[in-house]
């Protein structure tokens, strides 16, 4: 265990092994650019989140800066990115909702931010003791074609939730896939073809530029020119942009926020147990799948993700982010994703993130605030493309029957329904099976990779 600490504790470690090639400038390079991506991207992202939470907009900004960082130093994954998540925002609605009020009725959000502040911490400390006792390893253990159809289904969902970008429409589409539908539908007489037209343009030029050579920041260029069409040739096209959106963008971020401890009864002793076990699940489930997926898309050769030093960094991330202002995150799928497609090679990207992410806040708001929708959608719509990847399809459905229903199931459910439910049912239905029909369900053999730690790896 002192040894895994010590592994734990080193900020540098074998996931920069890919800075000591000689080619490391444009490694660090592609790290800046997909770091740069990603913070345009996530700043829209978790504002959108925060207030679906019932919490300012600044702190998902705040947030998932933070959060980036810590996860690249102390984390497992080479190219996790941290931040709010859709599936926290029942939970952290549902504190802020009962614990967000004054005894008059009246809203009191530092009273709610105060315990959500409470529980995340408490959640954090047991992630990362899970992490030091080894638990993480677990996630070795979830079948390959329930990782494959976990991906279709995230990927399909990142997909369906640009659709109202895509098309130029001004409502904000919720949550859940038959609703987002069902918006599309009553407001698709809002459809605006420039809208479409951009998001087009910048889904094929991210494409064939990244053909040309993957050193070109081809979502920088896309959404670049995008904003500059937008706001000359386009500029009476009415076009959603980030400010019509989510209104500017504050500046005011970095300020502590303890926890507050509410007078203790039952009742509240109660909820504390529930709101950190239900943090844990959470934020532990979809970080340690996110890296999973992450090495995947990636096409990782080098270090694999560490799942016990993950859950440690995620509990770091639980601990330090909510005193700053923020709230409970975790590994972003979409994100993870687009940090991947978008050239990220190293934690370096998360690192870079951080602190252009706040900068671009601060002091590039009022640029950052004209980027319009549809080029964000035209973005995440090439993330979601390149996702799934035809030859592990193939694989799971050359493998047997049983894996291919398997994987087809975990994608509808988690389309239907959201990723935590579809990746749970999946696996009780693989248990029970196992146990049942043993004969039947053969095992895939990426099933039985284990996870290897390598040693330290320091850089002067």
Known sequence: MLKQLKLFLNPFDARYEDLKKSAWYLIVFRDFTAGLIVAMIAIPLAMGFAIASGLEPEQGIVGGAIAGLIGALFGGSKYQVYGPTAA??????SIMHKYGIALNGQPDHASGHGFLVLVAIIAGIVLSVIGLFGLGKIVSLVPYSIVVGFTIGIAFTIAVSQIGEILGLKVKLGHGFIHKLQIVFLHFH?????????????????????????????PLIAIGLGTLLSSTILAEQELTLIRTKYGSIPTNLLSFTPPIIPELNFIVIKDIIYFVIAIVFVCGIESLLCSR????????????????????????????????????????????????????????????????KLLLAIYLASYLEHVPMACIGGVLLYVAMNMVKQEEVLGVLSHNSFHAILMTYTALMVIFTDFLIGVLSAIVIYVIALRLFSSVVIPDKRDRQIVKVKEPVTFD
Not at 198 to 203: C, E, I, P, S
């Open 190 to 218: 809002e459809f605006n073809l420039y809208a479409l037209l951009l998001a087009l343009g910048t889904f094929f030029m991210i494409k064939y530029l990244l053909k040309f050579s993957i050193y070109i920041p081809a």
């Open 293 to 356: 997926m992450a090495d995947r898309l990636a096409n990782n050769k080098g270090t694999p993700f560490n799942p016990n030093k993950e859950l440690w960094g995620q509990g770091l991330v639980n601990i330090i982010v909510p005193l700053l202002n923020g709230f409970p995150h975790t590994g972003a799928l979409a994100r993870t994703a687009t940090n991947i497609k978008v050239g990220a090679t190293t934690p370096l990207a998360g690192i870079f993130k951080c602190f252009l």
């Open 88 to 93: 926290l925002i029942p939970i952290i609605a």
